[in-house]
């Protein structure tokens, strides 16, 4: 790559000098740069900021409220393939905390990504349930936007490149010249996870018929929404909580998504490992959850090329279980980077559940009937948001598992997990279990 490669595309003249006006709105100049030496240049939109983060790209086409307030989008610059964002607008983000809601309509309180890059800005939106723009969402949230950029262009650079450390410039700070290399700050360096979990715990729905603890490792609200609108009472815990004090407590633990590199992690799957080994109630993990229960079974987690970002990623089932059928595709929501290696044999105890159809990676592991427990993860998000929901019964059948496991029965639907023989010997214990690590 040349380091100093310069891609001018599509400069509309007044992104080149300072603010100017189109139609009703002040555009001020803004531009991208990547650690790897292109630069896009564009107009600002959003909060008059510059800032760096890991430059990413998304393949939904709608639903960018969700995917903007998903804590695990946390130090990364958001770059949509849509090029129309923005046009229906963005809800109030106040709801009830009762029986069906968790406090918020979005995935979180604020934006949580870095900045969103995108090819064309909509000044106007339309939606019954808006109550301002795109623009006017990212400035009351400190929040950095470009438009008038090749997206395609990003896009291409970045799948074939990989995921690169990027700084977006705006105003008067676009005529500097790009950062140097090693000024680039990296978030994957940070525990991002414990800048967005929980400090304090805290019970929603306390009336539910199931107690479900949570490991918040950056939780989306549809996550916790899920399993509020199946009754489950659930208290959510900081991600490094130590579970194993208070377990017995519990009828079902619950480990969610989260941002950043899953080995800042280890402290919650060396808890984990602990519960595996002392506890034989249900644990369901989706995304950083599903990649600490893999390194608490002992699989590897690894960095991917440039992830998996999409509300459209098809995976391939490859055991039956509650809901899911072995052989079937599910099209799924997914936001990630890393994933967990698939190996040869498997740790004893555990199997692979689905693979992705695009490019095999790893998107589900679970238990064996043979083991005893009732263990999943996922890489996808079942509670979609957006996205299908191919797989939302899932929540289903965790917190039926859960019951059942409570009431002491048998739950005789079919599936590999339903019925299956008490707890032996077939899981891992602290001396079988390969060490926890993470390829660099
Ligand atoms: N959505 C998630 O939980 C993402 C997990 C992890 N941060 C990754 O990028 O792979």
Request: hydrophobic share 35%; glycine share 10%; aromatic share 8%.
């Amino acid at each position: 790559m040349i380091a100093s490669q310069v891609i001018r595309l599509a400069i509309p003249r007044h992104a080149r000098g300072l603010a100017s006006q189109v139609g009703s709105t002040t555009f001020v100049p803004g531009s991208l740069h990547l650690k790897t030496g292109q630069s896009f240049y564009g107009r600002s939109f959003g909060a008059p900021k510059s800032i760096y983060g890991e430059t990413v790209f998304s393949t939904s086409i709608t639903s960018y409220t969700e995917s903007m307030t998903d804590p695990s989008y946390r130090g990364q610059i958001l770059v949509f393939t849509t090029p129309l964002i923005g046009n229906y607008g963005v809800p109030s983000n106040k709801a009830p905390m009762d029986k069906q809601d968790v406090g918020v309509v979005l995935e979180s309180q604020n934006i949580q990504c870095s900045a969103v890059v995108v090819a064309d800005v909509a000044e106007k939106f339309s939606h019954y349930k808006a109550v301002e723009s795109l623009a006017s969402w990212c400035q009351r949230n400190d929040v950095p936007g470009l438009t008038g950029v090749d997206t395609r262009a990003i896009t291409r650079l970045l799948r074939d490149q990989g995921t690169t450390l990027g700084r977006l410039v705006v105003g008067q700070d676009t005529s500097l010249p790009a950062p140097s290399a090693k000024e680039y700050w990296d978030p994957t360096h940070e525990n991002l996870v414990d800048q967005v979990s929980t400090k304090k715990s805290y019970t929603m729905n306390p009336t539910g018929d199931v107690k479900i603890a949570v490991l918040d490792f950056g939780a989306k609200a549809n996550i916790l929404r899920s399993l509020v609108r199946r009754n489950a009472a659930v208290t959510v815990l900081p991600w490094n909580f130590d579970f194993n004090t208070i377990r017995d407590e519990y009828d079902g633990l619950f480990l969610t998504n989260g941002p950043g590199d899953p080995k800042h992690c280890m402290e919650a799957a060396m808890n984990l490992r602990r519960t595996f080994q002392e506890w034989d109630k249900p644990i369901f993990g989706i995304c950083m959850g599903h990649q600490v229960i893999g390194m608490a079974a002992g699989l590897e987690a690894y960095r991917m090329m440039f992830g998996n970002r999409g509300h459209n990623q098809p995976v391939l089932a490859l055991a039956s279980s509650g809901s899911i059928r072995a052989g079937r595709v599910y099209v799924t929501s997914q936001n990630h980077q890393y994933a967990l290696k698939l190996q040869d044999p498997f740790p004893a105890g555990w199997e692979p559940f689905f693979i992705n159809c695009n490019d095999s990676s790893v998107e589900g592991i679970k238990s064996t009937a043979e083991s005893g427990k009732k263990i999943w993860g996922v890489q996808f998000h079942p509670e979609s948001a957006g996205g299908p929901l191919d797989t939302i019964e899932m929540f289903t059948d965790f917190l039926d598992e859960c019951r059942s496991h409570r009431l002491g029965q048998r739950v005789q639907t079919g599936g590999d997990l339903m019925g299956a023989p008490k707890p032996t010997s077939g899981m891992n214990t602290a001396e079988s279990a390969r060490p926890i690590s993470v390829a660099a």
